[in-house]
């Protein structure tokens, strides 16, 4: 083999090898990205989580007899229910994920089920 044909050699070797950087670096933009959407994500849900209790109590307060505010409490218990069953299949599908924020809202979903099944008890 002569130099040039070495030369050429580790040129094409070189330019694949940078190939396969451009593309890992690709994917760890989008990576990157998924996670900044994922947590951005999260925050929403978490905050909406926490507003559709709040609304429930204000709702509650407002209500004319106990059969609408044990209705209030037994429907805010059921999408909690709900919000936890999905939970649950996002947890199952990412792995059992560590991120702190995402379990967080996994344990604010309980949480405030146990408290709304809690109110409806109380006034059902």
Known sequence: MTVLEELKTTQDSLLEKARAASELAAKKAEENAFESEFENS??????????????SIIEARHADTLEEIAEIWKETQATYEGMFSL????NAILG?????????????????????????EFHG
């Open 87 to 90: 939970w649950s299949g996002m």
């Open 96 to 120: 059992q994920p560590q991120d702190k924020l995402f379990v967080y809202w996994g344990e604010l979903i309980k949480e405030l089920e146990a408290a709304s099944r809690e109110h409806y």
């Open 42 to 55: 999260i925050l929403d849900a978490l905050s909406l989580t926490r507003t559709m209790y709040q609304q």
